[in-house]
């Protein structure tokens, strides 16, 4: 089991096969993971294929995480929260500039993404949209959007299984308002292809 400090980050590979299980440890904390194609980092992660080919902006147990080029990264096994967003983009300097005025350094998961990704070759400007684990958006009748506390409580974890060999970047988020203001850790564990009862 590896601890993803609170507003930091880690990136690590992943054999096709391998599972990831990403757990909130302490609840209200959401986790944002970007997927890359270890043979080639232009092959990304997609929200807008995940939404299309799941016809569903609510991803959770069941669904596929697809890539750019149409095709399947990841697969969710289990879901024990069930609440995800695939909308919003990682919280970045200018998230704290724009929608909290602040202007001030404030740590983001863009910056913890691309800074621990740096290690595969991949820049600031190849980050996509995250898969945002554990993120509670709402949605009104005319479209707006909130940001409401996550439903995650303390244990909570979502298990994931690579159908390709990925580069995997994944983040204890650091925006106020995506964790009920309340920073914390966020936990991982690699689960290798054979290893099931490890």
């Known amino acids: 089991m590896e601890t993803i400090q609170k507003q930091t980050g880690a990136a690590f590979t992943l054999k096709a096969g391998d599972k990831l299980k990403v757990i909130d440890p302490m609840g209200e904390q959401v986790s944002d993971m970007v997927l890359f194609n270890a043979e080639d ?9 995940t939404l299309d080919f799941e016809n569903t902006i609510l991803i959770t147990k069941g669904h596929h995480l697809w890539s750019n080029r149409s095709r399947k990264m990841m697969e969710i096994l289990e879901d024990t929260n069930g609440r995800n967003d695939f909308l919003l983009a990682p919280c970045s300097p200018e ?19 691309y800074s621990n990704l740096a290690q595969f070759g991949i820049t600031p400007d190849d980050i996509p949209t995250a898969f945002n684990i554990f993120m509670n958006v709402q949605f009104a009748s005319n479209g707006e959007l909130s940001v409401d506390p996550p439903t995650s409580k303390a244990g909570d974890y979502v298990l994931l299984e690579a159908k390709i060999d990925l580069i995997v970047g994944l983040t204890a988020c650091s925006a106020e308002q995506s964790n009920n203001y309340s920073f914390k850790p966020i936990q991982y564990e690699i689960i290798r292809a054979g290893n099931e009862n490890s």
Do not use: D, M, W
């Not at 980092?41 to 294929?49: A, C, D, L």
């Not at 998230?95 to 993404?113: K, M, R, V």
């Open 95 to 113: 998230t704290f500039q724009i929608i909290y005025n602040n202007h001030e350094y404030h740590p983001s998961c863009f910056e913890n993404l």
């Open 41 to 49: 980092t232009r092959e990304k992660i997609s929200s807008g294929k």
